[in-house]
């Protein structure tokens, strides 16, 4: 448009439903919930204070007239000279992206995210992980239940493999295997496949395995409903935030974290047990951190996570 050429209708409106999807994803850091590859790279940033989000995010809305994500106005300006809006965070509710692959709820400091797209993008998923089915959990600044990140990409081969993997996300895996199969540290092989079913979302794994979940978010408590096929081998995994302290007792486990506490108590599992694992909250870079983990004793399985400030 800059250069006389305006865009098509179609273009405009994909690029604001776009924003929308980001708006409702973002942190209160004006970061989203790490899933998939991430290797922090970036060309250009305009203000090194501002998150790559929030920046594009703004340049965005001011060419579409439409409210950014957060006051970064600085590459908004540096492309077309305009500050645009005011910011505007998004409303507490559900919001639903059936196509993209992803639920949001926000209510009152809560955030959480439900992943039920596809492996990756086109024939290659080359960037993606395999995560079917996995949640994020925040309160206000403080994360709970994250993605463990990208440890590695070339350089060490088993901790690439290791943060693609199933077990690396808060999903249900069956043996300590992975949904689909990997092909070297970028490919993979054949796939698990995801599709709706009643009020939740069913993964099919490669292997035939066979895992539906139901989310549902009701005041300050997430409950999370499983039910797999076969029973044999299902194992419950909830990655925790570096800083994080656990405590369990039995089917109940109690998570500390900045100022909030969250307690974890499911039923049909042997109970909770606490991992040694590592995280990363941006590229390469690592930091010891635990995981809830918890075999399923029977098909169905309920697992409530009561949150507190």
């Not at 089917?251 to 990363?280: K, L, N, Q």
């Amino acid at each position: 448009e800059t250069a006389g050429r305006p865009a098509d209708a179609a273009v405009r409106e994909r690029l604001a439903a776009s924003l929308e999807f980001a708006r409702a994803i973002r942190l209160p850091d004006g970061r989203w919930p790490t899933v998939g590859d991430e290797d922090d790279g970036r060309v250009l940033l305009a203000d090194e204070r501002a998150s790559r989000l929030d920046l594009v995010g703004h340049a965005l809305a001011a060419w579409l007239d439409a409210d950014p994500l957060g006051d970064a106005p600085a590459l908004a300006l540096l492309l077309s000279g305009r500050r645009g809006r005011a910011p505007r965070a998004a409303t507490d509710g559900r919001h639903e992206f059936p196509h993209g692959g992803y639920t949001v709820w926000r209510e009152r400091g809560l955030h959480v995210t439900f992943d039920h797209g596809p492996l990756g993008l086109g024939r290659l998923a080359a960037h993606g992980h395999a995560d079917a089915l996995a949640v994020t959990i925040r309160r206000g600044g403080d994360p709970i239940v994250v993605d463990t990140g990208t440890l590695a990409y070339q350089e060490d081969a088993e901790a690439r493999d290791r943060c693609r993997a199933t077990p690396a996300h808060a999903t249900v895996t069956f043996g300590g295997r992975s949904q689909s199969v990997m092909r070297g540290p970028f490919l993979w092989g054949a796939r698990a496949t995801v599709a709706a079913d009643g009020e939740g979302w069913r993964c099919r794994w490669a292997s035939g395995e066979s895992h539906r979940r139901a989310v549902v978010i009701a005041g300050d408590e997430v409950r999370i409903d499983d039910v797999v096929t076969p029973r044999a081998g299902a194992t419950l995994v909830f990655p925790l935030a570096p800083g994080a302290r656990a405590e369990t007792d039995g089917r109940t486990a109690t998570v500390t974290i900045g100022g909030t506490v969250a307690r974890f108590e499911a039923d049909a599992i042997e109970g909770w047990r606490i991992e040694p694992i590592e995280v990363a909250p941006a590229f390469g870079r690592r930091e010891a951190s635990m995981r809830l983990v918890a075999a399923i004793t029977g098909e169905a399985c309920r697992t409530r996570i009561a949150i507190a400030s």
